[in-house]
T-cell receptor
Framework: AQTVTQSQPEMSVQEAETVTLSCTYD???????LFWYKQPPSRQMILVIRQEAYKQQNATENRFSVNFQKAAKSFSLKISDSQLGDTAMYFCAFIVPNAGGTSYGKLTFGQGTILTVHP | DTEVTQTPKHLVMGMTNKKSLKCEQHMGHRAMYWYKQKAKKPPELMFV???????INESVPSRFSPECPNSSLLNLHLHALQPEDSALYLC???????????????FGPGTRLTVL
């Protein structure tokens, strides 16, 4: 079974600073996708960034970047130049493509990290 | 355009009511999902549809009845709900290639359901 662990229930950062959210996962699969989703107080779940496990290069999207360590099964999210609009709950998630049986289409989420950006 | 729409945004219903939630996507995705989310918790998968056929039912009570009338539309019919069913209900969609959902799931804004 796949599991995703986010060890930081809450974090805070000052505006314009950098913050890193941690995520570890456990799987016996070699091919999988990892995601960070953001859910602001409006409750819309928004994709922040995606990483394919077979790609060694870390994904980046503007101010958001990941540190993907496949051997350590670690997938942290770095937010640079934090903005007030980054205040949200962040979920790390994992999916095995083409999984069969009960894992079909199943996105496994971590418990989430509440990030607050202070002015 | 990565948009999934859901209606209504808010719904209040009594335990004897029958209501429906609607989800629509026009991204050509062939996999669609219903999730239930309680406050400050991750979403919990309820149902997965692939090519308009129900592929996964995560042991959801029969008072929740999903329906996929076509590739763009997903409904969730509600009947005789309990107060503990109050939650945010999220719809998502993704590509379905090579026999299974492989790609990124895009979420709608959700329907906040309150059962009195």
């Amino acid at each position: 079974a796949q599991t995703v662990t986010q060890s930081q229930p809450e974090m805070s950062v000052q505006e314009a600073e950098t913050v890193t959210l941690s995520c570890t996962y456990d799987t016996s699969e070699s091919n999988y996708y990892l995601f960070w989703y953001k859910q602001p107080p409006s409750r819309q779940m928004i994709l922040v960034i995606r990483q394919e496990a077979y790609k060694q290069q870390n994904a980046t999207e503007n101010r958001f970047s990941v540190n993907f360590q496949k051997a350590a099964k670690s997938f942290s999210l770095k937010i640079s130049d934090s903005q007030l609009g980054d205040t949200a709950m962040y979920f790390c998630a994992f999916i095995v493509p083409n999984a069969g049986g009960t894992s079909y289409g199943k996105l496994t989420f971590g418990q989430g990290t509440i990030l607050t950006v202070h002015p | 355009d990565t948009e999934v729409t859901q209606t209504p945004k808010h719904l209040v219903m009594g335990m004897t009511n029958k209501k429906s939630l609607k989800c629509e996507q026009h991204m050509g995705h062939r996999a669609m999902y219903w999730y239930k989310q309680k406050a400050k918790k991750p979403p919990e998968l309820m149902f997965v549809y692939s090519y308009e056929k129900l592929s996964i039912n995560e042991s959801v009570p029969s008072r929740f009845s999903p329906e996929c009338p076509n590739s763009s539309l997903l409904n969730l019919h509600l009947h005789a709900l309990q107060p503990e069913d109050s939650a945010l209900y999220l719809c998502a969609s993704s590509q379905d290639r090579w026999g299974g959902p492989t790609d990124t799931q895009y979420f709608g804004p959700g329907t906040r359901l309150t059962v009195l």
